[in-house]
């Protein structure tokens, strides 16, 4: 086994980080794991151990944040990687979906990432190491239609993940943000799913995407136990890279996009770069 490390992850009662925190336990790894409620932490993983530390963490609110780094850190003496895992699916259209739901979704996808982030960056300055992982979504790079306010908070992970990795290079940090496509886990359930609660009924197409995605549940092809170990062997890697896209499904999706962005480049070009002060 590699050296043991110190790892903070949040939303890790179930899904990809259920799977993440029991693989590094088993493999002999020190993990401090976060849940809004304790109990349903302590219930998915309850085997005590020494190296497991169960935090309840309100992530929007930033104290409750620092006193579970703060505590991790008087735990196991020290940080090595942060996975922002936690967040929910928020489905409906933006006229659809109120402003309380819209801001409540970019409290816990955006600004609670953001929190830890905070929170945790000046002890990973202050030992010259260590790595930051967002777990962010295929929808930040290819959003599906009625489903436009997640895809707007994990793009907005994907996109502060870039700058932030620029940001802290200096310091010897490594920042990669994860972009998976659907794994089989519960989060098509109403656990991690919310659906705008004033639907308008012209929106059908919204609706037939929906359903199409939650006829998915149970069948989707990607393994999370596969994810978190891709995910392990990540904050392995020297030179680990800016993005990783988890899931063929994924690849996919991605590459269907970025064609059709160069195309859009390309056939707009002449006016793209007609807007310069003539020489």
């Known amino acids: 086994m590699d050296t043991p490390k110190t790892w903070f992850i949040t939303g890790t009662s179930q899904g990809l980080g259920l799977a993440l925190a029991t693989q590094l336990l088993a493999a002999g790894h020190r993990v401090a794991a976060t849940s809004r409620h304790l109990s349903g932490l302590t219930t998915a993983i309850s085997e005590p151990t020494d190296f497991f530390l169960p ?118 940090l490594k920042v990669t943000v994860v972009e998976p496509g659907a794994l089989r886990t519960n989060f098509l359930t109403p656990e991690s799913l919310v659906m705008a609660s004033q639907p308008i009924a012209e929106y059908e197409a919204v609706r037939a995407s929906h359903a199409r995605y939650l006829i998915m549940n149970g069948a989707q092809a990607g393994d999370p136990a596969k994810a978190a170990a891709a995910i392990i062997r990540l904050a392995g890697e020297e030179n680990p890279p800016l993005h990783l896209l988890l899931g063929a499904d994924a690849y996919a999706r991605a590459q269907t996009k970025l064609q059709a962005m160069n195309q859009d480049f390309e056939a707009w070009k002449a006016l793209s770069t007609s807007i310069g002060f003539a020489e």
């Open 55 to 172: 935090l309840a963490v309100d992530l929007p609110k930033e104290a409750s944040v620092a006193q579970a780094i703060e505590t991790t850190i008087a735990t196991f003496g020290r940080l090595d990687v942060v996975v922002n895992n936690a967040g929910y699916g928020m489905g409906g259209s933006i006229e659809e979906m109120t402003d309380a739901e819209t801001r409540h979704s970019f409290e816990t996808n955006v600004f609670g990432a953001l929190n830890v982030i905070r929170q945790a960056l000046p002890h990973l300055r202050r030992q010259g190491s260590g790595h930051i992982i967002n777990i962010s979504s295929i929808a930040a790079i290819a959003g599906a239609t009625g489903w436009a306010i997640y895809a707007a908070t994990k793009a907005a992970m994907s996109a502060f993940s870039e700058v932030l990795a620029q940001d802290v290079a200096d310091f010897g």
